[in-house]
């Protein structure tokens, strides 16, 4: 695939018109980057479990990739795979695929062979860079064995440390860069990278974006989170390769001239120390982990001062969750709803909590420079305030198209470039977002639709419920039954008649109450590689307790 292969589905007097309104920077990422590493050479780029790399020194070793892969013969507009553990690795690699004028289309270190084939085979890609040895793995040599499935993969980039596996040419042995090679000057409205689904629910899905979609939609949502004249140091606990993670290389780094606090594997109690050591003025995480944190060890000795947000994003925010994180970190909590797909609101540094008790979950009022929501009814007609719909979005984050899935674009893309969500919710009379559920994500018990969200907002709310997971399990007779794993506040797994009791009282009609409850695993929910709670996996758990 090259970059010519994708289409903008969003017209592109739209482009043009959020461009000239300023909503882009108009410029590729690499040369946005550069700028930067002009401006302030010794400004520390990444810190990382390495320690801390300035610009000139991130600069230099992008640019040496970079010469390295065009020597190989990769050429702009190819897909290279970018699938590395967060650390200056990581970012170097995206900075030297932008370099290059190629698309960059990284991904969780944590994917399994099955997706990672997927992704290789649907995007054309011709080269990968992987670590030559992550825990008990080798991406590295698994993404070379892909060779005879994957005709495009021309070649496989090892990061030590270790030997490069065999087929594999070593990161530190690429060869120079060619006569005269210098960085690409791409369109800034070309695909830069493609940003890939959790796959916490299916099959993941890529999806185009282009340079200005990132550094400018993208980036107009990390700059409404600064304060101003702040200085940006932000702490990615998601996954780089991850669509959450692509306000990291491309928006932190290019746009901002920030810096990035990177932990190379999430671990709630070094996340806690680490918070302590670095000071981020924000810190990006999905809300297990904040929950996570927030029980840790040394969560009762550090010192979290600094920060200036937590953002968290990636699955619904409970209201507990919120203000205990308020609480801690002693600053706001932003609960932001957003998509690989292309969907992005949240709620500001300023906002109250919510505590108007009306259905859903509050994500704050839709930014222009970033996307316009509407919310419509099955012929995509806007519903009116307050009634329920689907959320549909466009504006300048909005992704071109998905890539080598047709049928998905038919699916999730209207008329004009709009993109469909498949989520539920609401717009208040004064322009708010409220976040209902999913329409894909139902357990149909007897015919009628329970949504797994509701009831885990509800359950959160038990005093011995620290978190909770809601899943649906097979059922001969109705179809589906709804199992809730729950993670107990103090020790003790409230049984199903105290939480029908308390979900009685909250007023939820008896068809939505959990039939099966189950602990949740020892060292609590198992995640995506992109963070998320896995709940597929848990799926597979409650039905084999079920069944046993």
Known sequence: MTAAAVTDLVPARLRAEWARRG????????????????????????IDDGGTLDYAGLRARALATAGGLAALGVRPGEVVCVQLPNGRDAVAAELAVAALGAVALPFPVGRRVRETEALVRGSGAVAAIAPARHRDRSPAAELAALRGTAPTLRHVVAVGPGPAPEGCVPADGLPPAPPG?????????????????SGSEAQPKMIAYSHNALAGGRGNFVEALRRPGQDLRAMFLVPLGSAFGSSGTSVTLARHGGTLVLCGAFD???AVRAVAEHRPSHVFAVPTMIRMMLDSPSARTADPGGVSAVVLGGAPLDPLTAAEARARFGCPVVNLYGSADGVNCHTGLDDPPDISGRPGIAAGRPNPRVADIRVVDEELRDVPAGAIGEIVSLGPMTPMCYVGAPELNARYRAAGGWVR????????????????GRLKDVVIRGGANISPAEVEQLLR??????????????????????????????????????????????GVEPYKFPEYVLPAPAGGFPLTPAGKVDKQRLRERAVEVVGG
């Open 23 to 46: 909503d882009y920077p108009c410029d590729d990422l690499f040369a946005l980057f550069s700028a930067h590493a002009d401006a302030h050479p010794d400004r520390p780029a990444v």
């Open 181 to 197: 090679f210098a960085p690409a000057r791409p369109d800034p409205d070309s695909c830069a990278r493609i940003l890939v689904s």
């Open 268 to 270: 709630a109690d070094a």
């Open 421 to 436: 969500t498949g989520d539920l919710g609401t717009l208040d009379e004064d322009g708010g977002l409220r976040v209902v």
């Open 461 to 506: 709310e038990h005093p011995d419920v620290r978190d909770t997971c809601c899943v649906g399990v097979p059922d001969p007779l109705m179809g589906e039954r709804l199992a809730a794993h729950i993670v107990p506040r103090h020790g003790r797994v409230p049984d199903r008649a105290e939480l029908e009791e308390f979900l009685r009282g909250k």
